[in-house]
C-alpha cells in the first residue's frame, strides 16, 4: 500500500505560480498510475491530470493544459504538478491520487479509479 503526502499549497497571488509535490511512501511510484484532483470551495472534485505508469504519458483537463504540468521523478518518488498564470479560480483543495493498475486513457479521468488518496493541500489564489 501507498501512502501519500502533498506540499506545496498556499496563498498566491492571481498570475503567480506554484509547484505542488507529492511524496509517496510505502511503494515505488514507478507502479503506479498518478494523479491530480482539485475541490473547489462549494463545488465538486474534478480532474486536473494524470500520468501513466508505463508509458509516464499525461492526459489533462483541457482548459489547463496550457498552465498546469504534470510529472514524476521515480528516483526521487514524487509526483509533481506546476501550476502556471494562476487565477482565482484555480483556488481548491488540491489531492494526489494513485492507482497500481495500469488505467486507459478515457479512465485517467475518473476518481472512482484511485485507490490511494493524500490528504490534499489548499491552494488560494487572490490578491
Known amino acids: 500500500q501507498v501512502q501519500l503526502l502533498e506540499s506545496g499549497g498556499g496563498l498566491v497571488q492571481p498570475g503567480g505560480s506554484l509547484r505542488l509535490s507529492c511524496a509517496a511512501s510505502?511503494?515505488?511510484?514507478?507502479?503506479?498510475?498518478m494523479a491530480w484532483f482539485r475541490q473547489p470551495p462549494g463545488k465538486e472534485r474534478e480532474f486536473v491530470a494524470a500520468v501513466k505508469r508505463s508509458t509516464s504519458s499525461t492526459s489533462y483537463k483541457s482548459s489547463l493544459k496550457t498552465r498546469f504540468t504534470i510529472s514524476r521523478d521515480n528516483a526521487k518518488n514524487t509526483l509533481y504538478l506546476q501550476m502556471n498564470n494562476l487565477t482565482p479560480d484555480d483556488t481548491a483543495v488540491y489531492y494526489c491520487v494513485a492507482s497500481p493498475r495500469g488505467l486507459i486513457t478515457s479512465s485517467l479521468s475518473d476518481d472512482q479509479q484511485y485507490e490511494y488518496w493524500g490528504q490534499g493541500t489548499q491552494v488560494t489564489v487572490s490578491s
Open positions: 510505502g511503494r515505488a511510484l514507478y507502479g503506479y498510475t
